[in-house]
Nanobody
Framework: QVQLVESGGGLVQPGGSLRLSCVVT???????MGWYRQAPGKQRELVAA???????NYTDSVKDRFTISRDNAKNTVYLQMNSLKSEDTAVYYC?????????WGQGTQVTVSS
């Protein structure tokens, strides 16, 4: 049974930082992992992800502010979020793609507000 457990969300002021973590339990830790987010009334969107060759992709709105990283020894993927803006407010989800099967975490709420 594969489970993804996110943590690290919370309330932060504009300009602040948060680091999200996603721990993968089970016997799968795929190279195809990423972070998505869903704001109220909007569709879920890709925020950052690892590509097949290990490089990273970011949606334009978070480039130069967010950084995705991973610790394979800990089966953990991180999302460092700096210079947060109100429009970053959303539920953030960790995603794993293993041989075409998609796995999702339960999500962690990030609220950027003064």
């Amino acid at each position: 049974q594969v489970q993804l457990v996110e943590s690290g969300g919370g309330l932060v002021q504009p300009g602040g930082s948060l680091r999200l973590s996603c721990v993968v339990t089970g016997r799968i830790f795929s190279i195809y992992m990423g972070w998505y987010r869903q704001a109220p009334g909007k569709q879920r969107e890709l925020v950052a992800a690892f590509t097949r060759d290990g490089s990273t992709n970011y949606t334009d709105s978070v480039k130069d502010r967010f950084t995705i990283s991973r610790d394979n020894a800990k089966n953990t993927v991180y999302l460092q979020m700096n210079s947060l803006k109100s429009e970053d407010t959303a539920v953030y989800y960790c995603n794993l793609n293993f041989r075409g099967a998609l796995y999702w975490g339960q999500g962690t709420q990030v609220t950027v507000s003064s």
